[in-house]
């Protein structure tokens, strides 16, 4: 492949466009939905790959919640893809910006959160992520470390290489304003001081998801105002979630959680479609494009997807837990839907009313004669759903169809409307 020669945007060097550089650029925009400016990042990797410097490669994120699931690993899954390449990746932890609170993509702001919440939240989300990252070659900060000494002073200061105007053209400020719902000056601090962050760390690429746009670029433009060559933006998808429809979410029970149980995290897997399979594959595998490609010929050439499915199920159980456990996992799983412990002929009913709490609709399926009942048997570890053990008493069932079981021998099939 011929080599072109592209200059550096301060115009003083050039630096050749390899075959490995444009590997290199096919990494960074598999699955992404955006990568700002393309033909800028490319020069930066033709500089590291040219000079031996690694670029400074930044991830934030608000402590808001203790734990993660899949969803939150899309983002983690790209920076492990660029940190293979041997680049500095920096795990920002937003310690002080999360007592502001953002409001990114929504219409009321998000509630600031206490110090202690914070390292509380903070030292639990790292380890977590760490199960992606590469912890010996992560650089963790805390943006209090230049926001605190800011001062009101500083503040103001930095606030002034910043405009209105140009805050305003965020979609959500310019639809409450319209709507006549309160913008907080507070909320205009935000996106400036996550910015700030990329001016401090001297970020080459920031990385969030497609919600955090704006504030990406309000970096960009930052680092631009400051004298520094400004980083470029990649923007990766929201995860669907297993109903294949609404983004992955804790409060509309679709979730996988990285710290689920492994028979529970496969159970989940091979409930999604066959459809979703394949964007999993895209956004949460580390098999090569190459791989999947061949997978899913495979597959519409008349292989069974259960098979994709699987291998699926033992690469996420296998990085979350462990590989003896992925094999455990899909063994208990294999038992209890292919080696007959589950039994062809069940009962089957249907239940209108969706979403149905997982309590009542036991009831409804006749598998548990009182609410008291199905949760005993929950606490006892006796419920599953396709195969998943059940755990979370609270759980809301969305429209589909559904295998539950109670204890070794209950089985019904539901069908929810």
């Known amino acids: 492949m011929s080599q072109s020669q592209v200059p550096e945007s301060t115009g003083a060097t050039a630096y050749a466009i390899t075959s490995e550089v444009q590997a290199d650029m096919r990494v960074a925009k598999r699955g992404c939905d955006e990568l700002l400016v393309e033909t800028e990042f490319a020069r930066k990797l033709a500089r590291s790959r ?4 690694p670029l400074r490669i930044k991830l934030g994120l608000d402590p808001t919640a203790p734990d993660i699931h899949l969803g939150h690993t ?15 990746v920096i795990f920002l932890i937003g310690d002080f910006t999360s007592m502001i609170g953002d409001p990114s993509g929504r219409n009321t702001t998000r509630p600031p959160l206490t110090r202690e919440q914070i390292e509380s939240n903070a030292k639990t989300y790292y380890a977590q992520a760490s199960l992606v990252l590469d ?22 200061q930095l606030a002034s290489r910043y405009t209105v105007a140009r805050m305003m053209e965020r979609d959500d400020f310019t639809k409450r304003f319209k709507g006549g719902v309160p913008i907080s000056v507070h909320e205009f601090l935000y996106p400036l001081m996550q910015g ?17 746009k704006f504030n ?31 983004k992955m979410s804790k409060s509309k029970n679709n979730y996988i959680g990285i710290s689920d149980a492994p028979e529970t995290m496969f159970g989940k ?25 061949a997978l899913r010929a495979q597959t519409e050439a008349g292989r069974n997807p259960r098979d994709a499915k699987v291998l699926l199920g033992l690469e ?31 009962p089957e009913v249907l239940v209108a009313g969706a979403p149905v709490g997982i309590l009542k609709l036991l009831r409804e399926a006749g598998l548990v004669a009182s609410g008291a009942e199905a949760q005993r048997n929950i606490e006892q570890g006796g419920v599953r759903i396709d195969g998943a053990r059940v755990e979370d008493k609270s759980l809301q069932l969305s429209a589909g169809s559904y295998v539950l079981q109670v204890g070794k021998r209950k089985f019904t099939r539901v069908t929810l409307s």
């Not at 479609?273 to 190459?290: A, I, K």
Request: aromatic share 8%.
């Open 50 to 53: 040219a000079t031996g410097v």
């Open 74 to 88: 899309v983002v983690l899954n790209k920076m492990r893809q660029l940190q293979d390449l041997g680049h500095t």
């Open 135 to 156: 912890p010996e070659r992560t650089e963790i900060r805390y943006n209090s470390e230049w926001s605190d000494p800011l001062g009101a002073r500083g503040m103001i």
């Open 196 to 212: 700030y962050d990329s001016v401090a760390l001297k970020s080459d690429l920031e990385l969030g998801g497609t919600d955090q």
């Open 216 to 246: 990406l670029l309000v970096g960009r433009e930052l680092q631009k105002e400051y004298g520094q060559e400004p980083q470029c933006i990649l923007t990766m998808p929201l995860l669907e979630g297993l109903d294949g429809v609404e």
């Open 269 to 293: 897997i091979m409930s999604i479609s066959d459809t979703l399979m394949w964007r999993y594959y895209e956004l949460l595998s580390f098999r090569s494009l190459d791989e999947i490609a």
């Open 316 to 346: 996420i159980v296998g990085r979350f837990h462990s590989a003896a456990a992925a094999d455990g996992a899909l063994a208990a799983f294999e038992a209890r839907f292919r080696d007959g412990a589950m039994p062809d002929d069940m």
